[in-house]
């Protein structure tokens, strides 16, 4: 959804919260040290130095996103329920370029504003895929 000087006062409140939200989530993972691609390969490296401070943030942030869950309008869910191949493949995928890379979308964006070069080609690349896989899925429906 996109600004629109047209649009009800709910679609604009639905769009003023979105951004609110999407600000507040990425203060935390910047305040947290989420957009360190370091610190998250070291929760992921169980093997060697191993870095707990990743779970701990989970641990504070699941009670409030299920709080946030509880109170929160509910609509119809946007996934279908279904696990099939296509939602176990995405997710394989989102692992290994997580486990490779050290970043995932949300902590990659709040981390742009670092200027990192390294950060805005993962950017770009993440984007290239997410339209690439765009693109194909809507050609094999």
């Not at 951004?19 to 910047?30: C, H, Q, S």
């Not at 742009?112 to 984007?127: E, K, N, R």
Request: charged share 15%; aromatic share 10%.
């Amino acid at each position: 959804m996109e600004w629109n000087p047209r649009m009800s006062n709910n679609a604009a409140r639905s769009l003023l919260v979105a951004t609110v939200g999407g600000l507040l989530f990425g203060l935390g993972l910047a305040v947290s040290g989420m957009v360190d691609p370091a610190k998250v390969l070291g929760f992921l490296d169980i093997a060697g130095d191993w870095d707990p401070s990743t779970m701990f943030v989970m641990a504070g942030a699941i009670p409030v996103a299920a709080l946030a869950y509880a109170f929160g309008q509910r609509g119809r869910p946007a996934a279908s329920g279904q696990i099939d191949r296509r939602l176990l493949l995405g997710a394989a995928l989102f692992g290994v370029g997580w486990g490779l890379v050290g970043y995932c979308p949300g902590p990659a964006l709040a981390s742009l504003t670092a200027g990192d070069p390294m950060t805005v080609l993962f950017v770009v690349a993440m984007a290239t895929g997410m339209a690439g896989y765009g693109l194909w899925d809507r050609r094999i429906r």
